[in-house]
Every structure is written in C-alpha cells, then in structure tokens.
C-alpha cells in the first residue's frame, strides 16, 4: 500500500491530539459510537476558507449520527481575522485559530486539514484572492488531502457565484470544484503520487442556505434542494446534533462565535454540483458497509456479532470478537479501509479494556542535545491481561524491553533517560519555519502539506501483546503539572534554543535624533548560559555597547538588557535584530507563548525583530486614557512616541475623574465586550461636553452593547477598504486634523499593512464631518474611515481605520494622523 505510513502519519497526528481529552473516550455511550463508526465505511469533506466557516452541526450530524469519517478542510488558518480575547493578531492569531478548530474537531469528532494558504485580510472578490494566492499550489493542496482522505463526498460551504461573500470564501468553493475533477486525474500534479493514489469522490455537493440569497432578488425555495434533517438526538451520546454543534463551535472564542444549542428538527440543504445524480440522500447508493471491501466477510461478522453483544456494564466481553475481527482485517490485502478500520478497531480494544498509557517527560522544555528524563504509566484497568512487551521512542533507535503482565488495575510505572538529538526541530509551528509570502506559507516537505499541526516532539510506540496479537500504540510525550485552579494541566512538550532574544517593543518610533533604550529580553533555554549580545541595526543607526555579555544560572530565567539606539538625522525606516551567541552558535529567535484555558499552551519561536523609524513628527504633551476594548498594542505605540498612557476600567470612567486626561481613546470592540459601555458611554460623552476628546476605534455592529456609541446619530456598517495601498482622497483639507500638530499628505498613507480599515459607519448625524475617502478598486467611495465632531467644548471621533495593525507594524503616517487626532481641541483654529 503505497501510502500507508503517510497514512499512519496523518492518523497518528488526529489520535494524538485526541489523547488530551481522555476522560470521555473510555465511557460506554463513546464505546458504542465506536462500534457502530468501526461497521460504517463512508466519508464526507467538508470544504471552506477559514476557521468558523464550517458548518459543524453537520459535522456533528455526519461524524455521530451516520458515522462516516468527517473532515474539514479549511483553505486558511484565519490570520487575517479579528481576535476577540486577546492581542495577537496575523500568524499568532492564525495559530490560535488552528487550534481552536482542532478543539472544535475533538467536539465533534471530525478531523482537520488545511492548505498553504495565508488569510492575508478581507477580500472582496475571488479574483483578487486569487492574484494574491497561488491559486496552482492551493488547488494542489485541496487535491493533495483528497486523494490522502478519500471522501465519498465533497460539500462545500460556499457557492460559485462572486460578489456575495468574502472572496476567500467564493474561491475555496471554485477551489473545491476544480480539485473534484482533478483529484482522479494521474495527470494532475503527479508528484504526489509517490504517496498517494488518484482519488475520484462520488459527488460534490454545495451547502446551501437562505443567508446567500439575501439580497440578490431570488428567493431560497427549499422544495428545489436535497435536505437532511440534522436535528436529530443521539440517545448515546445525550445530545442533539445541533447541541453538539453548538458546543463546538463554542470553541471558535477568538471570534466570539460562542453558541447556544438548539433543540427539534434543523433541516440543511445541498444542491448537487457533480457526480452521479442523487434526490434523496447525499451517500445515496454509496455502498458504506463492509461489503464494499472485497474478501471482508469475517471482518463484518465478527463486528456485527460485537455490536450485537456489547454490554456497557461488561464491555471486555467483545473482546474475542474484535480480536476475530482484527485478524480478518490483517489478512485482507493492504488498501484504505483496512488501515483506518484496523486504527480505529485497536484504539476500541485499548478503550474496551480501560488501557492507560501515559508518557510524562519531567520538564516541560529541553534544548536540543539534553538529557531528558520520561516517566511511564501503564494500567489495565479490566480482567484482560495485556503483556507489556517494548517501548521504542521516535527520537531514538533504542528498543526498551519490559515483558511484564498488565494485571488487573496494577499501575506499572518505568523510567527512562533518553538524548535529545542535536538535530531536533524546534517546536515552532511547521508552516511558520519557511520564508512565506502575502498569501502562501511555505512548506517544502510534501507529506506536511494539509496537516493541522505539528507531530509530538517525541513519541513513544508501546507494544502490547494479547495471545497472538501484537499492537504497538503510538503515545505522546507530554508535561503534565497540577494546577490549583485547573486541575491537571497537559502540554505538549517543548523543544527550544538554547537562547532566545525577544525584543520588548515590536516598533519603536524616532521623532528626534536623540538616542532610546532599546530593551531585549534573554531567554535561558538551558542551564548555566553564557553568551554574548549584540544587536544588529540599518545602515546610518549606531548602536552602544557593540555587545553585552549575559549570564543566566537558571533555564528559562530571563534578563532585560539595554542597549542605546541611536538614529540617522534624515528620515529612515529599518529593521534592528538581536543576537546571541552562545558555544559558538548564534541564535536569533524570540519565543512567544500563547495560553488561553479552551486550547492547548502554544510556543512559537520565530526570527527577532523589530521594525525602527525616524520620523519628523510633532506632538502636544498629552496624558491619555484608554479603555481597553477585545485587545490591542495601541498603549504601548503610543508610550513608545513619548505619551503617557493610563489604561481604564469601568470606575475610572466618569466625566469629572477623565477631565485630568487630554485625551481618552477607546480601544477596538469595546462597545462590543463590555457591558458597562451601555451605561458609562454618557460619561464618556459628558467629558466631551466639558471640553475633552474621545476617540473611538472600529467595533462591529454585531452585538453592540448599546446603540450609542456617539453622541450624535452614528450607524456603523460592514463598509471597509482591504486594499491597504487604496487611494485616499482628502475631503476636509483644512481641518486641523489633517494639519496640526503634522501635516498630513498622501505620502502619508503609503505603506499600510493588510487594510485600510474596517466596519465603518455609513450613515451619521450632520454634526459629523467625514475627513477621508476611500474605495476598494471598483467601488464607490466610502467617507466614514474618519469621523470628527465637536460636541460641547470638546470633539468625538470614530474611526474604523485600523490603528490597531499599523501602529505594531511601524507606518510612518498612521503615527502621524492619530497624533493630530488626539491633539484635537490644542489648535484654537480647529473647525
């Protein structure tokens, strides 16, 4: 079988991620979903752009109702999107997405893949997306995951037809349809057949709903599409499919797409776009038994017979006819089902039989070249004996022997001392280890391709024994701590440089010649480090000392060493990147952690650096205030140009206490996460009454806290500009917001990341004056990016413009504009 161990590979990866949630696997309702999947041959993909596209009720439906192998195929991790809970944005965001979508899958038992292809923001039409895509090499990973996952079924989320949606999302469906005709064609990058075979699923179907005909003068007329009720409950599993899909989707929090679950029928409805024509059911004279598998007869027996036996109380009485199955499967000629149903049937017999396995390595990072100590846990927790024969580990070629007997509920616990090899890759996301561009990650190795995430720095391959069965189980090397909170707390294992550099600030900003401290943050990745510092800078910037030397006793102890950054006279735009050699070796990698509590901890270790400009700017002397919204780096940008910024809560907004701020600004989605902007936007605007100035970054008009987020009529919208280098026409020149304390200019708006903005207001009061306009090519210009109003003695602004991107990222003139926004009210002259 050509494709076996690429196989074992990408099941290897779905298993293991499984093994964080063990509770629920060994209970009896999970052991009969097991039973009935093992006697259903049949699978679906479901095909989308981005995390929280897929529809996971029927996911839900289609991987526990019917019991068919379930994916998801999303084209892109979500990097471009918002985050609702936190400050990462671009690849971390991505890397919370991906994980998120992982959390979902264990929800709901589907699996996970994705493309190349790199969310790069909002698009508005699929052939855009496609200039920015190579859309030769995404095709060729859509066809890639078919022909690894063989579905019977390909359903996408969304329709052909353009200009009614994000273009990610029209593309991934033409993506779809082409990768159904070309999965099957040997002709059709031919590559990848050294692991995988042609593959021609049966049908495609697009996954249809009323949302895609608002606003188009046609009416969704059920009675014309195939539907399936999806609503149905699962007496096993204590669920409604809609109630699991609700618990899944849940977990997309980053969006806040949180979800209550729903109750009675849910009808989804799906017009056929290929294939041998179906009415009724989409898997409609599909074959999904064991009578599809050539000589399986035995197999189909003995299952049955399991199923048919199974007592919850007593479920190790299967065992002998899973066993009988199991050796009926082995005898069957190597090809796709026997391999998935031969790894679903030994996961079912170490599930039947309580079997713990548990590997716990004693730190929770190592560098490569460490010894690292694992302990063992073994448990048979029934009257079945397995024998403990060997455990081998992926990182090494040496096999230790055991040979004892599992007696009944008889913990068995070894230890062991292995050496990391030198050359172990770092735990750093693999799509995020290649040069990437725009709108591609690159990923050189073929058999990565599609995969949701990195394999287990290490695993271990335990050999149990049962009479004449032998199976090797594939089990992670974790860290496994206690929380007093949480509880246990499982991550995955770490393997780090010896030394990490992160820089504190991620842009700094020169309005003056004058030098700024320019602080790194060393991190020991190994005891007893010594090393030396040096910090590399653009032609015409100094820098002092040339070097510091560090020494930090502790592994991961960390230390803030300072150099002095000094810039050029004239204006300059560069990057600066620390450097640490240690033993010989220079390491430039900063590590970022992510830890929220709904996924697994994420450590990332990238290239350090950070983005320095010099730049003639002006700015008055301003205390401000923020009200930190969903999460951003606006505070800190604005501290690194010389502000002092004081970060607010709900008591620190009342009127008479933020007349000692000159500015108070509103960070991204406040009006969206905090309740109590439904009460204290008055406060807000009773401030500017007296004379203040408030600034209000974009929010959605989705789940708005209160309709009131100005003083004066403001309705927002979901107009936005995604190309970031989009003409910008001044509409109120004069105004002193385009003229003081800077003076704005064209030049201005070059160089901005990713958009212009987002979900600007479309209507507003006559108080209002618009200041910029804009339009994506093709488009009529939009003039609510930038809205100024006096109110009282003080102005209120909204903007959608997204100061939340390019500040991070360093733009020249998005520093500059929101300057003379918070200098509003300084200049006598303003209008």
């Given amino acids: ?229 999806v609503g149905e409950y699962n007496s096993a599993l204590g669920y409604s499919y809609t109630e699991i899909s609700a618990l899944s989707r849940s977990m997309h929090k980053s969006q806040g797409f949180g979800n ?131 455990l081998r580990f992926s990182s090494s070629n040496e096999r230790f022997l055991n040979e004892m007997s599992m007696e009944r509920n008889d913990k068995l616990q070894f230890n062991y001392e292995l050496v990391i090899p030198e050359n172990m890759n770092y735990t750093n996301p693999y799509w995020l280890e290649e040069e990437a561009s725009e709108g591609m990650y690159g990923v050189s190795d073929q058999k990565l391709r599609g995969l949701p995430q990195n394999l287990p720095a290490i695993t271990g391959y335990v050999t149990l024994t049962l009479g004449d069965q032998v199976i090797e189980v594939p089990v992670p090397v974790n860290y496994r701590r206690t929380d007093p909170v949480k509880g246990e707390v499982v991550t995955p294992l770490i393997i780090q440089p010896k030394a990490m550099v992160n820089l504190k600030a991620k842009s700094l900003i020169f309005s003056h010649s004058a030098p700024k401290a320019v602080e790194v943050v060393v991190i020991a990745g190994k005891e007893e480090l010594s090393g030396q510092l040096s910090l590399e800078v653009p032609q015409g910037w100094k820098v002092t000392p040339e070097f510091i030397d560090v020494n930090l006793e502790q592994k991961n102890e960390e230390k803030i060493v300072e150099f002095l950054l000094t810039p050029p006279s004239g204006e300059s735009i560069g990057e600066i990147y620390p450097v640490i050699k240690v033993e010989g070796e220079s390491y430039s990698r900063e590590k970022v952690v992510i830890d929220y509590d709904h996924i697994p901890q994420q450590n990332l270790f990238q290239s350090s650096s950070s983005k320095v400009v010099k730049l003639d700017i002006k700015k008055t002397n301003a205390q401000i205030g923020y009200v930190m919204g969903a999460g951003d780096e606006v505070p800190e940008a604005l501290e690194g140009i010389g502000y002092d910024v004081t970060l607010l809560d709900k008591d620190d907004v009342v009127a008479d206490r933020l007349n000692s701020f000159d500015a108070v600004l509103i960070g991204v989605r406040a009006f969206n996460t905090l309740p109590w902007l439904a009460f204290k936007n008055t406060e807000l605007f009773e401030f500017v009454k007296q004379g203040g100035n408030v600034i209000v970054q974009y929010n959605t008009s989705h789940r708005l806290v209160t309709q009131d987020v100005a003083p004066y009529a403001l309705t927002l919208s979901r107009d936005r500009v995604t190309v970031e280098n989009s003409e910008v026409k001044f509409l109120a020149p004069k105004h002193s917001v385009l003229n003081y304390p800077n003076k704005i200019t064209s030049e201005d708006m070059d160089g901005w990341v990713q958009e212009r903005g987002l979900y600007f207001p479309n209507k507003w009061s006559e108080e209002f004056i618009p200041i910029l306009g804009m339009n994506d090519p093709g488009e009529e210009e939009t003039k609510g990016s930038l809205l100024v109003a006096k109110y009282g003695k003080g102005y209120y602004c909204y903007t959608g413009l997204s100061f939340f991107r390019e500040l991070p990222a360093g733009v020249p003139g998005a520093y500059k504009l929101l300057v003379n926004m918070i200098s509003l009210g300084d200049n006598q002259t303003n209008p």
């Fill in 1 to 229: 079988m050509k494709h076996k161990s690429l196989f074992f590979f990408i099941f290897l990866l779905n298993l293991l991620d499984s093994l964080a949630q063990v509770t629920s696997r060994y209970s009896a309702s999970n052991v009969l979903q097991q039973l009935e999947r093992l006697n259903t041959l049949g699978s679906a993909l479901y095909i989308a752009a981005h995390p929280d596209d897929e529809n996971t009720q029927l996911i839900a439906y289609l991987a526990n109702g019917r019991h068919y192998r379930t994916g998801y195929l999303a084209a892109t991790r979500g990097d471009g999107g918002q985050n609702l809970i936190g400050t990462e944005i671009r690849e971390k965001l991505g890397v919370i997405r991906t994980q998120e979508l992982l959390a979902a899958r264990r929800t709901d038992k589907g699996e996970q893949y994705f493309s190349r292809a790199n969310d790069f923001g909002y698009s508005k039409h699929p052939d855009e997306t496609f200039t920015i895509w190579d859309k030769d090499k995404v095709l060729a990973d859509f066809v890639w995951v078919i022909r690894q996952f063989k579905p019977d079924v390909l359903i996408t989320r969304f329709s052909l037809q353009p200009g009614i949606t994000h273009g990610h999302h029209t593309a991934s469906a033409i993506l779809a349809m082409e990768a159904f005709r070309a999965a099957g064609d040997p002709n059709r990058y031919p590559e990848q057949l050294e692991f995988v075979d042609v593959w021609q699923p049966k049908r495609i179907f697009w996954n249809t709903s009323s949302w895609f005909f608002r606003n188009s003068g046609t009416t969704f007329n059920p009675e014309e599409y195939l539907r399936v009720d």
């Fill in 260 to 390: 209550s679950g729903s109750r009675g029928s849910e009808f989804e409805y799906f017009k056929q776009w290929g294939g041998d024509v179906v009415s009724n059911d989409l898997f409609e004279g599909i074959d999904t038994s064991w009578d599809r598998v050539k000589g399986a007869e035995v197999v189909k027996k003995f299952l049955n017979q399991a199923l048919q036996d199974y007592d919850p109380r007593e479920p190790e009485s299967i065992l002998n006819k899973l066993i009988g199955a199991r050796s009926a499967l082995l005898a069957l000629p190597d090809q796709y089902w026997k391999e998935v149903k031969l790894m679903e049937l030994e996961q079912l017999l170490l599930d039947i039989t309580g079997t713990y396995l548990a590997l716990n390595a004693e730190n929770s990072s190592y560098t490569p070249g460490d010894s690292i100590k694992v302990s063992f846990e073994a448990i048979s927790r029934s009257d079945v004996n397995w024998e403990l024969e060997a």
